[in-house]
């Protein structure tokens, strides 16, 4: 058992060493300590495991290293390897959204229906965040936020807030800057890490779009809040 463990955990150090060589181009004379200080920066599960890592590159320079006649003179317990087998894996194999985060429901309208109207599907549905189509392409999202700006116009310039909802197409109240500045598009090919790192490098983000590319325009297949972080956090934590 003592020597299965140390195999095992030398193995996913292995790859764990030669996935983040591949990724980041690191030189071969790099130490893998320094690889996982200079990788954290960039790879959100390098950052979550850093400390844990470090101190896996200790236990390991104590397993290599062993006596003159071949006992192993450090083992890994069964938790630590367990461990270590979960780092490799989220790192070489990570959850994809496609695969792990079930579609929801989405409701989605034409950018030349009213604001109206789009104020009362958003109330009837408590959907806040609705795609907006122009023929087959999205054109952008449209939201509490983005309606109480485009009524808040019409009340400062002493306009009819029901002429205008009634009149405007919800396509013309849309702004380029807010579906780049509040949303961030991802692919079903995408990894589950990469939806927490979308909203840790954006704090204003509200909401992550997968399509099938992951680019501007595409079908929107699902929709993620902050509300499914939780969801998400917590298939990571039991991905084995």
């Known amino acids: ?47 979550k495991y850093e400390s844990d890592l470090v101190d896996y590159a200790r236990l390991r320079n104590a397993i290599v290293h062993q006596s003159t006649d071949g006992r192993i003179i450090a083992v890994p317990c069964d938790e630590t390897v367990v461990e270590m087998r979960r780092i490799e894996k989220l790192l070489c194999a990570p959850p994809r959204i496609g695969d792990c985060i079930r579609s929801k429901k989405i409701v989605s309208v034409d950018d030349a229906i009213s604001v109206k109207q789009a104020v009362m599907l958003i109330a009837r549905t408590n959907f806040s965040n609705l795609p907006v189509y122009r023929g087959k392409r999205m054109v952008g999202i449209v939201n509490n936020r983005r309606i109480i700006k485009a009524l808040g116009a019409v009340l400062e310039r002493g306009g009819s807030l029901d002429e205008f909802s009634s009149n405007t197409p919800v396509g013309e109240i849309l702004r380029e800057s807010d579906l780049f500045t509040y949303y961030r598009y991802l692919s079903k090919d995408n990894t589950l890490q990469d939806i927490l790192a979308a909203f840790e490098e954006n704090k204003k983000l509200l909401a992550v779009l997968v399509s099938e590319h992951g680019a501007a325009g595409e079908r929107v297949e699902n929709i993620l809040t902050p509300a499914d972080l939780v969801e998400v956090n917590k298939i990571l934590e039991d991905y084995r």
């Open 1 to 47: 058992m003592d020597k299965q463990n140390a195999r095992e955990f030398l193995d996913a150090y292995n790859k764990i060493d030669a996935q983040l060589r591949q990724l980041y181009h690191f030189k071969p004379s790099q130490s893998f300590s320094d690889m996982v200080r200079r990788s954290a920066a960039e790879n959100s599960v390098i950052r």
